[in-house]
DNA sequence: TTGCTTACTTACTACTAAGTAAGTATATTG
DNA sequence: CAATATACTTACTTAGTAGTAAGTAAGCAA
């Protein structure tokens, strides 16, 4: 509900009255389980935290490649969805947000970072996936055109997505 | 001004006071040149558009792999200020927008968009730039990196344009 | 000098936002 | 059954937002 909203009109523009009227509730009902907007915002934060971890759990016997299908396909049910990336959003108005939701953010980034360097420099090993530099280096490019490539489809047209995709993949395996 | 408060702030997060206040003048008087905010939008994104064509008219003669680490150092200066890019600001906010603004919007990526894919492609027939599949996938895909990278240093801190872009010019030239 | 334009200020409206205090219905538990 | 916790509603405060209407001071133009 909420990470919908942060995901479509992005964090400062939407309102408590905007997930309370949905529910039909009012909106001191939700100021009750947040009291705050940026309790809100962690929960929301720390609820794709879990969601990731879970996810990336799962995949863990999966070949280092079909984990990075994997991935990509979560991005293509957002941009299906017209939803952008929670990062991206969420950078965007990173320096608006409390400390504890900064914070957040920054976690959540490190560990996409961490798990993509892991599962790059691992399929690089296990000759299923190739690129050129640092597993670093490249885990930042990919993440930045999945969050990008959420962003331009708005703009330009979800076809956007769908090439940006479909070339990052080309490129490595 | 404006524009520094959308590339910082975002669009939604900032107030005809915040424009006002630092030139010591009343909120009205923004008003008076600026009737709604919207116009405020459009005046930043048009003086971006006219920038932009501008800096690539300069650059024009030369050789393209050089024209691209031109672009590459515009993003450089904004990862120095602490700015993000106006795309991907806005491209964030783009929901939330007057359908005049989402207009500009899309007419700056597309021109951008436009600039890139014959820069690559004039490129790639020079044998000065390298890379597989179209231009216009690899374009959207630089765009995307080059956005996507202030957004992330933001969060990751400043290094992280300095490895995509490091590596990204590594790739293409 | 009169009239007109530009660039404001003052003072306001109408609205929306986050957040709170106090009261209430319902369910649970000792 | 009485006490208590849960999940609200009602009614409010405070503070900010975009936007406007009317007035004004300075400069320029015929």
Not at 17 to 44: C, E, M, Q, R, T
Request: proline share 3%; charged share 25%.
């Amino acid at each position: 509900m909420a990470d919908r909203l942060v995901r479509t009109k992005g964090f400062n523009a939407f309102s408590y009255k905007d997930i309370a009227a949905p529910l039909d509730v009012k909106n001191a009902a939700i100021h009750y389980h947040f009291p705050a907007k940026s309790d809100l915002g962690i929960g929301v934060i720390d609820n794709e935290i879990t969601k990731f971890a879970a996810s990336t759990a799962k995949w863990k016997k999966l070949p280092e490649d079909e984990q990075l299908v994997k991935l990509f396909d979560v991005f293509r049910k957002h941009n299906h969805a017209g939803n952008i990336c929670l990062m991206g959003s969420l950078a965007t108005d990173y320096e608006t947000l409390s400390p504890e939701m900064q914070q957040r953010v920054h976690q959540m980034g490190s560990s996409i970072l961490q798990w993509l360097t892991n599962c790059l420099e691992q399929g690089r090993k296990n000759k299923r996936i190739h690129f050129k530099g640092t597993a670093e280096a490249r885990a930042l490019m990919i993440m930045s055109n999945l969050q990008s490539s959420l962003l331009l489809s708005r703009v330009l047209g979800p076809a956007a997505f769908k090439k940006i995709a479909a070339q990052l993949l080309a490129d490595l395996c």
